[in-house]
């Protein structure tokens, strides 16, 4: 899918997915408010938005679009245990070993990691345009999230290594989205994602142990959860890849969730933003024009750039 407009179109969707994905502290403060536990909240994220994705699926397409074949039912089980899932899992333990700030740096290894795959499994070239588009993107998120202040003292050796890992599994939504997206209907893959998500994180928590209230609030958010910055988000961020001819671009373009979760910080709940932590947003900015300007080989000489 090389035309234009469909590259057009990528971008635009998953920037619009990035955008959805930066408000996903909000939810998550209600639903602490309403007093659920950051393992219950993951849990019910991934399930409602499986049975949301389930019936819309059903509805739209028919019992018969759940078939699917082998390998593509093996990489949607690959997204929803390790990028949904396991990603979870890892991030958790990060933010909890290392903090919040770190755990938010440390994800920005996704760019990299996606890009070396990228080239790899998929043959993407890298240029100097793409390195300098990432290095942007990276010291952005990074400024935006810890707004210039990172403290490293009493670093947890364990909190840096689950970080990582929640970096490479972040980085392979772009991989194995890309995969599925190209053998199936985004909807129906999706729903099989959230699925084996579901069943993992029920595995990995066992909430049949573990004492804990449903209350109408919870159920009320956490279907609103699952429904915008999750089954919605991803269902834009999968027919984006469907668009896009390169993924290592989409780290990059996904990142505008730092800009995004970094406002809503400061509209709604008066988080600081440092000039540090702003000239951090303009650079995640300025990285996606970077990474998504074409020059064109007869418009060098005329140092003319185009975006597509």
């Not at 952005?140 to 290594?161: P, R």
């Not at 997206?181 to 069943?199: C, H, N, R």
Request: aromatic share 10%; hydrophobic share 55%.
């Amino acid at each position: 899918m090389s035309g234009g407009k469909n590259e057009h179109a990528g971008v635009v969707l998953i920037f619009a997915a990035g955008v959805l994905w930066g408000a996903i502290g909000l939810f998550v403060k209600q639903l602490d408010a309403c007093g659920s536990t950051p393992e219950l909240t993951s849990l019910l994220r991934v399930f409602f938005a499986f049975v949301i994705m389930a019936v819309i699926s059903v509805s739209r397409f028919g019992w018969r679009a759940l078939l699917m074949g082998r390998k593509t039912l093996l990489a949607c089980a690959l997204l929803g245990l390790v990028c949904h899932g396991i990603y979870n899992m890892f991030y958790s333990f990060a933010v909890t070993l290392a903090g919040v700030a770190v755990s938010a740096v440390l994800l920005n290894i996704a760019p990299i990691v996606t890009m070396i795959c990228a080239v790899f499994l998929y043959g993407e070239g890298i240029n100097a345009q793409k390195i300098i588009a990432i290095i942007l993107d990276v010291i952005g998120c990074v400024l935006a999230a810890t707004n210039g202040s990172l403290s490293l003292q009493d670093m947890s050796i364990a909190g840096i290594l689950c970080g990582v890992a929640a970096g490479v599994c972040y980085a392979m939504t772009a991989i194995l989205g890309r995969f599925a997206a190209d053998q199936s209907e985004p909807m129906v893959m999706s729903t099989y994602s959230y699925l084996f998500a579901t069943i993992f994180l029920a595995v990995w928590m066992r909430p049949w142990n573990t004492a804990f209230s449903l209350s109408g609030d919870i159920i009320f958010w956490s279907v609103l959860f699952a429904l915008i910055p999750t089954a919605i988000a991803y269902l834009l961020y999968y027919r984006g890849l469907q668009n896009l001819c390169e993924t290592s671009k989409v780290p990059v373009i996904a990142s505008v969730e730092t800009v995004m979760a970094t406002m809503i910080g400061v509209l709604l709940y008066r988080e600081r933003l440092s000039a540090i932590g702003l000239s951090g947003i303009l650079l995640v900015l300025v990285s996606i024009v970077v990474m998504n300007a074409r020059i064109d080989a007869k418009q060098k000489k005329g140092n003319r750039v185009t975006l597509g």
